[in-house]
């Protein structure tokens, strides 16, 4: 089974930037899907970012494409999350997940999951 840990949450002013980081153990990390989803206090779960095995296909959320890029090193076994101009409305708990067979959005299709790191932006 596959385990991931997340990194590089925190506080940031608005219109700051952030880095996150999932790094991944266990089976071959580039037969994996990876994706990022985030839930703020309150809320569902919601899907943010996604990417292809090989890293040449990405899928962005309405709410932040043009402002996240998300990647991934297959030879580091990690993706990234790169979070620019940040909002009070992007402060939420953001996990890592990973999935075999295609792209979803969905996260109940999504088989491993990271313990989630926390990102805060203040106005």
């Known amino acids: 089974q596959a385990q991931l840990v997340e990194s590089g949450g925190g506080w940031v002013q608005a219109g700051g930037s952030l880095r996150l980081s999932c790094a991944v153990s266990?089976?071959?990390?580039?037969?994996?899907?990876m994706a990022w989803f985030r839930q703020a206090s309150g809320k569902d779960r919601e899907f943010v970012a996604a990417?292809?095995?090989?890293?040449?296909?990405?899928y962005y959320s309405r709410s932040v494409k043009g402002q996240f890029t998300i990647s991934r090193d297959n030879a580091k076994n990690t993706v990234y999350l790169q979070m620019n101009s940040l909002k009070p409305e992007d402060t939420a708990d953001y996990y890592c997940?990973?999935?075999?067979?295609?792209?979803?959005?969905?996260?109940?299709?999504?088989?491993?999951w990271g313990q989630g790191t926390q990102v805060t932006v203040s106005s």
């Open positions: 266990g089976p071959t990390f580039s037969n994996y899907f």
């Open positions: 997940a990973a999935k075999a067979g295609s792209v979803s959005d969905d996260y109940d299709r999504y088989d491993y």
């Open positions: 990417i292809n095995r090989s890293g040449g296909s990405t």
